[in-house]
């Protein structure tokens, strides 16, 4: 065989993995790039607040004596503040992007999305909320929580959700096998 050959059966066999890799890619990059407008860096602002009144009601809900004051929540004993990349949306977008770059068909990709987001950024209020406890009770074992085992978390999470996503996506009838 030439070798113009096996390269274009290589690529020819490899096809719909690469352009999951490019859309995928592409995606990604598009949301770093998105981000660093100012526009979306205020309005990602308010998104942290909104994280911090939320995570203060689960708080007050959980007996705890709490304040918030924009994005930080404070009490007697402890305080903890939301910045960027305590907020799930890097988490959220990967799953995102995952699924939209996946050949799956629209509604399957739209109830996907919506239902994996949402658990995401329900669990980053569990994070919130737990980081708030740890830091008061056992402050040795926060930056521990917070760097390393809440991001791995949420790596694991995206990862399993969108491979869940994968297999509901590709159940059912043959044709819910076609791509869009």
């Given at each position: 065989?030439?070798?113009?050959?096996?390269?274009?059966?290589?690529?020819?066999?490899?096809?719909?993995?690469?352009?999951?890799?490019?859309?995928?890619?592409?995606?990604?990059?598009?949301?770093?790039?998105?981000?660093?407008?100012?526009?979306?860096?205020?309005?990602?602002?308010?998104?942290?607040?909104?994280?911090?009144?939320?995570?203060?009601?689960?708080?007050?809900?959980?007996g705890?004596?709490?304040?918030?004051?924009?994005?930080?929540?404070?009490?007697?004993?402890?305080?903890?503040?939301i910045?960027?990349?305590c907020?799930?949306?890097?988490?959220?977008?990967?799953?995102?992007?995952?699924?939209?770059?996946?050949?799956?068909?629209?509604?399957?990709?739209?109830?996907?999305?919506?239902?994996?987001?949402?658990?995401?950024?329900?669990?980053?209020?569990?994070?919130?909320?737990?980081?708030?406890?740890?830091?008061?009770?056992v402050?040795?074992?926060?930056?521990?929580?917070?760097?390393?085992?809440?991001?791995?978390?949420?790596i694991?999470?995206?990862?399993?959700?969108?491979?869940?996503?994968?297999?509901?996506?590709?159940?059912?009838?043959?044709?819910?096998?076609?791509?869009?």
């Amino acid at each position: 065989m030439q070798p113009t050959r096996t390269f274009i059966s290589w690529f020819v066999a490899r096809a719909p993995a690469l352009r999951f890799l490019l859309r995928f890619g592409a995606l990604l990059g598009a949301f770093y790039v998105l981000m660093n407008f100012p526009v979306v860096d205020r309005a990602f602002y308010q998104y942290l607040c909104v994280n911090a009144r939320v995570s203060n009601a689960l708080l007050h809900a959980l007996g705890q004596d709490t304040a918030v004051a924009d994005v930080t929540i404070h009490s007697a004993r402890y305080s903890v503040s939301i910045r960027r990349g305590c907020d799930a949306i890097e988490p959220a977008w990967f799953f995102c992007a995952a699924v939209l770059a996946f050949p799956a068909p629209w509604r399957r990709k739209l109830i996907g999305l919506a239902a994996g987001t949402a658990f995401i950024l329900l669990l980053n209020l569990a994070r919130i909320v737990s980081l708030y406890f740890i830091g008061m009770e056992v402050p040795a074992y926060f930056a521990t929580a917070h760097l390393e085992l809440w991001p791995a978390v949420f790596i694991l999470t995206a990862l399993l959700l969108w491979i869940g996503w994968i297999r509901w996506s590709r159940s059912g009838s043959p044709s819910s096998h076609a791509a869009p």
